[in-house]
């Protein structure tokens, strides 16, 4: 494994220990490596809406922890400062969605994030875009 992709698991480690939001909706970090991260959530009943299907909230919680794990790669701490999501086709009770984020650009303290979510079939279910701000800090040493 080399130094950076090391460095992105300690960051990746670190920062599910401390994330409730994610531990609690059972999300699984597949894989993290510089400027990228894969989740993965299974949608259970209590997502469900009045529609039967998916809750875009918890979709769009599933993009925004994929993107907070690939932006926050590199040690430095690095948050949201504005994010998009658009939905193409329904999350149903006990899809298993996959959530893969990629770095697009990353300059200076601003980065842009893509994330893709799709379902067990490989079906695409939402596009998101992250825009990322560094701030002070470290994410494996956090200030609490």
Known sequence: MSDARELAQQ????????????R???MRILEVAPGMAKL????TETMIQG????????IFTLADSTFAFACNTYDKTTVASGCNIDYVAPGKLGDVLTATGHEVTRKGRTGV?????EN???????LFRGK???????VIESED
């Open 113 to 117: 994030y893509d994330i893709r979510v």
């Open 11 to 22: 960051c990746a480690d670190a920062m599910y220990e401390r994330d409730l939001a994610s």
């Open 132 to 138: 990322s701000y560094q701030i002070r800090g470290s």
């Open 51 to 58: 529609h039967a299907a998916c809750h875009g909230g918890y």
């Open 120 to 126: 067990q079939r490989g079906e695409l279910v939402a």
């Open 40 to 43: 993965e959530m299974k949608i």
């Open 24 to 26: 609690n909706l059972n």
